[in-house]
Nanobody, 118 residues
Framework: QVQVVESGGGLVQPGGSLRLSCTVS????????MGWYRQAPGKQRELIAT???????NYGDSVKGRFTISRDNAANTVYLQMNSLKPEDTAVYYC????????????WGQGTQVTVSS
C-alpha cells in the first residue's frame, strides 16, 4: 500500500527554523508531484508549496521567501525548510503525493504539528 509519513514538526520560537521531511513508499516517487499543505484550527487547509517531478516549484503567498521545498528522489523524500517562522505559521502540516501512473491518485500523510511560540 501507499504510505506517506511526515516528520520534523515541533515547538520553535518566532524567527526560528524547522525542516520537515516526508517519506513516501508504494508509488514511483520520481515521477510524482509532491506538496506541503497546512491547516490551522478553524481554518481551511492551505497550500504551502509544491514541487513537480521535473523540479519546478510553486509557493503560497504567505510563505514566499521564507520556506523552501526540495526533493531527494533517491530517498523518496520531500523536504520543507521553514525559516523566519511566525506565530501565524502554527498549524498541522500535511504532505501530499500525486501519483501519475502506478497507483495513480492523491495520497496524504497523517500530519505533523508545528507550533511557533515564545
Amino acid at each position: 500500500q501507499v504510505q506517506v509519513v511526515e516528520s520534523g514538526g515541533g515547538l520553535v520560537q518566532p524567527g526560528g527554523s524547522l525542516r520537515l521531511s516526508c517519506t513516501v513508499s508504494g508509488i514511483i516517487f520520481s515521477i510524482s508531484d509532491m506538496g506541503w499543505y497546512r491547516q490551522a484550527p478553524g481554518k481551511q487547509r492551505e497550500l504551502i508549496a509544491t514541487i513537480r517531478s521535473g523540479g519546478g516549484t510553486n509557493y503560497g503567498d504567505s510563505v514566499k521567501g521564507r520556506f523552501t521545498i526540495s526533493r531527494d528522489n533517491a530517498a523518496n523524500t520531500v523536504y520543507l525548510q521553514m525559516n523566519s517562522l511566525k506565530p501565524e505559521d502554527t498549524a498541522v502540516y500535511y504532505c501530499n503525493a500525486q501519483s501519475k501512473i502506478f497507483r495513480a491518485g492523491s495520497y496524504w500523510g497523517q500530519g505533523t504539528q508545528v507550533t511557533v511560540s515564545s
